[in-house]
């Protein structure tokens, strides 16, 4: 491991954990940029490269590189568990993400991080425009799995998935664990803070096109990352995801039901009360997952 820019044992503003797989022909470039932008803020930090299982040589490159930490993965494990690991091993008092492939403007770091203050806990960098591969894809899934997620959250999202954002560890810490090992660990990460009630601000950033070869699958990441919101609004707020669900059905149930004695003579059907039954079921599963999050929340 390399060596940081400060001592072991000295305090830290800033831990930037950089994700690298096969980045070779531009990780040093992004890793100077990063480095400049903090040393010209004063900012105190160190930068942790986590590199995934690299095959082209970006691992020895890593290692040739002064004043970085470098945290090397036997084998390629995805973005997720890299920056689990690295933020988990981060010994400053702000973490920033961000990628190793030119897309982000990592200049702007230091503005990111003078923004945690008092009342936000993390601030995302939220992308202007769609510069990745597979536009058409990636583009409508993207913009309808955000707004799933804002009406699961009662919150307005700008960007759900930026790669570019800074937050407090102290306050992530107990979220870390619930880091998938996809692309999705950014949602996850949004969503544990806006279900706890933890302010997230979001800054206007470009967005510019990658360089290497995307690691983003537009079908498989897309399924993940639906998978994700539901399953993450389901852990912190089970009411917001299973009571319209319930609701809906105790309406059709009741319609149905009216339909049933104007139709049949007063005789109720096998399928109404099917209905009814799976509206019962699904409420008391809601309110009996409420409970045991709220149960949990205040242990």
Wanted: aromatic share 8%; glycine share 6%.
């Amino acid at each position: 491991m390399s060596t940081s820019p400060t001592g072991v044992g000295d305090p830290l503003e800033v831990s930037v954990v950089l994700p690298c797989y096969n980045e070779r022909d531009h990780v040093e470039l992004e890793v100077k940029r990063i480095r400049a932008a903090l040393e010209a803020a004063g900012m105190t930090y160190e930068l942790l490269c986590v590199d995934d299982g690299s095959s082209d040589g970006t691992r020895e490159l890593l290692q040739s590189i002064g004043g970085i930490r470098t945290i090397l993965l036997p084998r390629n494990q995805g973005v997720g568990t890299a920056r689990r690991i690295g933020t988990q091993q981060a010994r400053g008092q702000v973490v920033v993400w961000t990628d190793a492939d030119m897309t982000y403007p990592n200049q702007l770091i230091p503005e990111l991080v003078a923004q945690l203050d008092d009342t936000y806990d993390q601030v995302v960098g939220a992308r202007r425009t769609e510069a990745g591969t597979y536009k058409l894809a990636r583009v409508p899934a993207k913009w309808a799995i955000r707004k799933l997620a804002c009406w699961l959250t009662n919150t307005d999202i700008p960007d759900l998935n930026s790669g570019l954002r800074a937050f407090k560890r102290s306050v992530a810490q107990p979220y870390l664990r619930l880091l998938p090992a996809g692309f999705s660990c950014v949602t996850t990460i949004t969503l544990a803070f806006l279900s706890n009630g933890h302010p997230v601000k979001y800054v206007p950033i470009d967005y510019f096109k990658r360089a290497g070869r995307s690691k983003f699958h537009p079908f498989s990441d897309a399924y993940n990352y639906i998978i994700q919101v539901l399953r993450m609004v389901m852990y912190f707020n089970p009411l917001r995801v299973l009571m319209p669900v319930g609701l809906s059905l105790l309406a059709a149930t009741m319609a149905k039901l009216a339909f049933d004695l104007t139709v049949h003579n007063l005789r109720v059907t096998g399928s109404t009360v099917l209905v009814g039954l799976a509206a019962f079921n699904i409420m008391a599963i809601a309110l009996l997952a409420d409970l045991v999050v709220r149960r949990t929340s205040a242990e």
